[in-house]
């Protein structure tokens, strides 16, 4: 008798156990330790063509890209100069952004990579596309590739180069020029960007050194 | 006497090789794509019990087309997530929250999937990944006098993350039920999932939920 009433609260419990969990799919936050990544994407040789390709400098400017907030974007900064330098040298227009959050201009782009000449300079948050002329800018000099190099990888990168993808350019992402406060942003970014559903025809992961002009 | 001679070529040899190794290791040092196997993801970011205004709420039902690669038979994670939604979409119609609804690709509104398809004339938009773009939901949002939207659907690494983000950036309150978003695999909703909840620039306007935690 005891022991079928304790069977009996047994059945009921395992009942509605079993009944919320099929009433419950579970979703990635009950999976969420057990998730891995996904192999190392390929990166790609990309031969460009200098007069139909924009090198976008997303948000290198001093208030976030310093040692103390974000270290990983200076340490960066060389090889994105490197491709600063060979971009100009082969005539490939440059265009940089900043942002309003904090606010930002073109004179507060960090030294080592600022701007030259009549470079132009938008600013929006995230979506470098989104309140700015970008679009018009690219579209006017006949730009159809964009080279995004910048950070912060999961703010200005990935949403302007996932824009840029739908608005039609092809988009080509240095895995060594974009730069997060730790390596899962930077991870995702990059995999994302590769991968994500209706764009990802329309990127090509490269490195800095696969980059031919 | 040759042979020491054939012994130190190879020493010298191999030590070259080493050396152009470490060198050409070390120009492309500190990549994401060297550390990659090095990476965990953070915690799982906490869901919230979340109350919603009907009158000034829309429920986004994104992609719910059950063809692949939406929500097709090579996505069985998208179909899992139906059941919930029905429930969401019946509670959000009784409390009168406006559902707007969206196709991508060759689609259109008659595709949706029947458990969850519109009715009457509730709203169908079409575009790829970001509903915003080349649509007239900022349009539709903003004469109907919405404030938050509730975002679901499919792909969670498309639709939901971009329209999510761009609702967010269009100064929209945003509510992303994570039984309501569905990719090809986990590490892309938890990315979608992390993104949402960390995001720079989304400012503390997205909130992470579970469908049966959004009271109207």
Known sequence: ?213 | MGGRFAIIAVALAVAATMICNSVSSSASANDIVDEWSKVSPPPAPAIKQVKVDPKTTALLMLDFVPHDPYCGDRKPRCGATLPAMKRLLGNARIHGTAVIYSVAGKYEASDIAKDVAPAGNEPVVKSKADKFLNTDLEKILKEKGIQTVVVTGTAANGAVLYTASGAALRGLKVIVPVDGLSANDLYEEQLTVWQLANGPGFGGQVTITRSDMIEF
Not at chain 1, 30 to 49: F, G, Q, R, T
Not at chain 1, 149 to 156: E, K, N, T, W, Y
């Open chain 1, 1 to 213: 008798m005891r022991v079928g009433g304790w069977m009996l609260v047994a059945g009921v419990t395992l009942a509605i156990g079993l009944g919320a969990s099929t009433l419950r799919a579970a979703s990635v936050i009950d999976n969420w330790a057990s998730v891995k990544a996904p192999p190392a994407p390929e990166l790609k040789p990309v031969k460009i063509d200098p007069k139909t390709t924009a090198l976008l400098m997303l948000d290198y400017i001093k208030q976030i890209c310093n040692a103390e907030r974000y270290p990983r974007c200076p340490q960066r900064l060389p090889t994105v100069k490197k491709l600063l330098d060979q971009a100009r040298a082969n005539g490939v227009m440059i265009v940089y952004t900043g942002t309003t959050t904090p606010n930002s201009e073109r004179a507060d782009i960090v030294p080592s990579v600022a701007p030259k000449g009549d470079e132009p300079f938008v600013k929006s948050v995230l979506d470098k596309f989104l309140n700015t002329d970008l679009e018009k800018i690219l579209k006017d000099k006949g730009i159809t590739t964009v080279i995004a190099v910048g950070q912060l990888a999961q703010g200005a990168v990935i949403t302007t180069g996932s824009e840029a993808a739908q608005r039609g350019f092809k988009v080509i992402v240095a895995v060594d020029g974009i730069a997060a406060q730790d390596d899962y942003y930077e991870q995702y970014t990059v995999w994302h960007l590769g991968n994500a559903p209706l764009l990802s025809n329309r990127v090509t992961l490269t490195s800095t050194d696969l980059i031919k002009f």
